[in-house]
């Protein structure tokens, strides 16, 4: 990993990224400006510099990957994050999802099934000055004993909805996963009306990698 510089260069560079994601059609100047204080370089090795910027989702080992920004905003924009929300983040992966959660002011539950990314990704965050409360498992379990949350993001694929996430949501709180098979996946906002009247709204096809775990894909 490189030395944590961010340079007038880097900076110019996510501006760049931002206008990007904006003519996609992410508006929330919060999520934008989230964005733009990230430095997404910091998950990158020096020598795949030129594709941290890039709107695009790029391999960092374990079979996974740091998701393609507009992805990652999309997915934010909808949970219309308030500072102060208790967030559950499924599958930590780099770390880049639960940074742009912590600069909107949540308080961010991270929790990933790769024990080589867990690890990784524990120890790399707090470098850059980004603590949430890193744990370790099968998130597609949630954390039951810090439930409930008021915004609970997954960012893998999941088969179907899992069941554990709809309980540990809050009332009035919001969900979003993307549900299919292995190649897409549909976007799902489900918002927690009362404790047994959910409503949902779908968006556009995604590709995640796989959601693992007893809720999720078997290995």
Not at 4 to 16: F, P, Q, T, V
Not at 184 to 207: A, G
Request: proline letters at 5%; charged letters at 25%.
């Amino acid at each position: 990993m490189q030395k944590l510089i961010d340079s007038y260069k880097h900076k110019g560079m996510r501006r760049n990224l931002i206008l990007t994601v904006r003519e996609k059609g992410i508006h929330d100047q919060r999520v934008l400006d989230a964005l733009g204080k990230v430095p997404r370089h910091y998950f990158f090795e020096n020598v795949f510099l030129e594709h941290a910027y890039q709107d695009k989702a790029f391999p960092i080992g374990e079979g996974q990957t740091i998701s393609q920004p507009y992805t990652v905003a999309f997915q934010t924009e909808k949970l219309e994050i308030n500072a102060g929300d208790k967030v559950l983040e499924v599958g930590t992966g780099s770390g880049y999802q639960a940074c742009i959660l912590l600069e909107l002011g949540a308080e961010v539950y991270t929790i990933e099934y790769n024990k080589v990314l867990y690890e990784r990704t524990r120890n790399f965050l707090p470098k850059m000055g980004y603590k949430p409360h890193f744990f370790y498992g099968d998130g597609s379990k949630g954390l039951p004993k810090k439930a409930p949350f008021d915004k609970i993001i997954v960012t893998a694929g999941a088969p179907t909805i899992p069941r554990s996430l709809i309980e540990q949501l809050a009332i009035g709180g919001k969900l979003i996963v993307p549900v299919g098979d292995n190649e897409k996946q549909q976007m799902l906002l489900i918002e927690k009306i009362s404790p047994k009247q959910l409503k949902k709204k779908s968006f556009d096809y995604f590709c995640f990698v796989p959601l693992l775990g007893s809720e999720g894909w078997n290995e």
